[in-house]
């Protein structure tokens, strides 16, 4: 009886399961089978050519291919710089806001203001920003504060500034995601570890260093985590604001892989490269993982 | 080793919430001291000050005679016990032991062999690896307990330490602070809201309530000559029963009307004296452990209507009225605490007798009408 009742129960709970299981096999494991099996293949839209096995053919085109190779680097080097920005910023950002000041809502609602832009119409803003000659805003800004000795520059297309310009922009959008998550994390610290550590005889230096810090261990992992995928990802940027230029300097792996697939309709290529960036992405969230469970073993 | 001056300190937080108003209280070096009240009462504001986890709006706090509002908790060399423990959650035992140490830039030789120490006085040395959620809560406590010793404070605070325990714990460690505060001989401040807790562990009790001190002596002073009603009825359990009364001179003897009924008092009771020339009292305290079934030399007898008899097994709690239901001048439940089994049906009405030396006698504004009790502020030497 009892048996039988547990066996009900496992049926139920398949079932409660399924929706959720059908929608990761329709639009995650599927498409990256698909995407698996193509970047296995020749597979080029409007192509006479016919349809053919190439086994690693693609994968060892790609990591051949200059463009990809800087596209790899760019990501690299952009996620690189990127996250121990980012995530130093929101968390100077997050210690900042959390004094219990008057209008400190105001600083809040403002810093996290831009997450809710969506990335496209920010990129068109700073693209005016970024506007070449002493008339563009930040140009005269600079030249400005530098009392005339600031040389105007064409941020956007030129190999040394365009990547820092997008780098600046991603910082200035993304920057509030993260400093509301460590400001949650802030928050949940209990005052009483505070007042300990005083009472203890620890400055404020040492109250940050051994009490904050391993406090915020866990949402810090999560914030690098998150903005490295998201800074892998870089993609709305660069396809608004340079298209990979100049001379390459801001392609991305992202970009590429949309470029390949819908530009040039290579889509063995472009699946080639997803496959690319799935497998980096995985090895993120598995090293995210091990420190997680590091934690929670000796915890 | 330290004294511990407060000098008419007072805590405001807005104009209309005063957490402490004016206390003035010295405190021995290697004394004692129980800080007692309902919550709300302003005794955890008197630990925290003293702390330097808040600042006191009026007044001078001093340890060792030097005056030390200006000094952050870290320059007070003081160690406190939270009500929480607040222990470090990332950091093992061992870890937080050494805490304090560390914090002082003690050498890690000598932090290992104090924190031995300290883990060997309080029965940890099995726990140093582990983190405090892999602690009971007596544990948690002991940790607690270790990282306030660990650096040979001159003060050391104790936040309602026990009230996270559950009762057979409680009592156990209760006994254990105070032997360790017999071994240590630090001047200790103890907060609770328990009486048992205070009248077993201090020195001396400070009772307070709206953030004013109300008395302060021995647990005896607290218990036999209480400052107030608010004294009385706080300390003892069940508390003092109370009650408005009339006294009035008849036939040359003195005379009390309670809740309708007249007590004799003889001319050899305690404080006849000071109650024939008072005109202010107005209420009649009586603790239930002074009442009796059967006659006593000297003992008054009053009628009692029995409400409720409760069984507690070494003794019983008889809740009884002085009027019968039909002519009620005064619904005042009184208890009574009886050695024994009470053989008693409710309702039924019975003679209970009390020795009018027992009473305590209050002026209508509240203060002892025979006892002047303002006398221990100061330590006994």
Redesign the interface.
Known sequence: MADQLHKHEHLIARLFVLPALIGLLGFVLLPFALAVTLSLTNLRLGSPLPLEFLGVEQYRRIFTDYTFLRALRNTMLFALIIVPLQTGLALSLALLINQPLRGIVVFRTVFFMPVVFPLSLVSVVWVLLFAPGSAGLLNSLLEIVSFGAWQPKDFLHDTAWALPAITLTSVWQGVGFQMVILLAALQSIPEELYQAARIDGANRRQQFVFITLPQLRNALIFVVLVTTILAFRLFDQVQIMTQGGPQYATTTIMYEAVNAAFASQQVAKGAAMTVVFFVLVLLLTLLQRFLLRQERAVA | MATIAFNQVSKRYDENTTALNALSLQIDDGEFIVLVGPSGCGKSTVLRLL???EQPSEGEIAIDDKVVNDL???QRN???V?Q?Y?L????SVRDNLA??LR??HMGKQAINTRVNEIAQLLNLAELLQR?P?QLSGGQKQRVAMG?ALV?DPSVFLLDEPLSNLDARLRSQIRADIAQLQLRLRKTTIYVTHDQIEAMTLGHRVAVMNRGELQQIGTPEQLYNRPQNIFVASFIGNPGMNIATTEVFAQNNDLHAAVCGQTLHLPSAVQGYNELSRSENVGYIGVRPEAFRLSQVDGCVALKAYISAVEYLGAESLVYFHLSSHDHAHDNTTWIARINGHVDATIDQSIEIFLDPGAIHWFNSDGSNAIFDTCQSVQPRR
């Open positions: 702390a330097g986890l952050m908790p870290q003081i160690a406190m939270f929480n607040a470090y959650p990332h950091m805490f304090p914090m002082h983190r959620k990282r650096r």
